[in-house]
């Protein structure tokens, strides 16, 4: 399994995901904000970021920004998990870089469908 780091400031949500990705056996990371993420991301190297985007002091989308324009972070996938759900929304995400994007509420299967999409080993094409 990969090892996840996540990011939101309201502690259920933290916890439901951590629940969700230990009893997959995924190793994670949790954070409850953003601040200096680009250095314990560049230390860390997690194999998926999940980051909420409405968040105090630094939101989501900021972070991302930065994320993308460290050279340290640029290649890490980040997905973003949020309550935001209109289109609009989805769309700003990925226009800022996300590779994903989970809206709340979810369902562990679709948490572990996303993260599984970073974690494992892409399949060899066929011979």
């Known amino acids: 399994m990969g090892k996840v780091m996540v990011v ?9 995901m951590e629940s969700i990705l230990r009893s997959a056996g995924h190793q994670v990371l949790s954070y409850l904000d953003g601040e ?3 250095d ?7 194999d998926v970021l999940l980051l909420d985007v409405v968040m105090p002091n630094r939101n989501g989308y900021d972070i991302l920004r930065h994320l993308k324009k460290d050279e340290r972070t640029r290649h890490t996938p980040v997905v ?3 309550c935001r759900a209109e289109e609009s929304d989805r769309l700003w995400g990925k226009r800022q870089g996300a590779d994903e994007y989970v809206t709340k509420p979810f369902t562990p299967a679709e948490l572990l469908t996303v993260v599984t999409r970073f974690t494992e080993p892409a399949e060899p094409p066929p011979a």
């Open 40 to 46: 314990k991301l560049a230390l860390e190297l997690p």
């Open 8 to 16: 939101d400031d309201a502690y259920a949500d933290l916890r439901l």
């Open 36 to 38: 200096r993420l680009e």
């Open 80 to 82: 973003l998990v949020t």
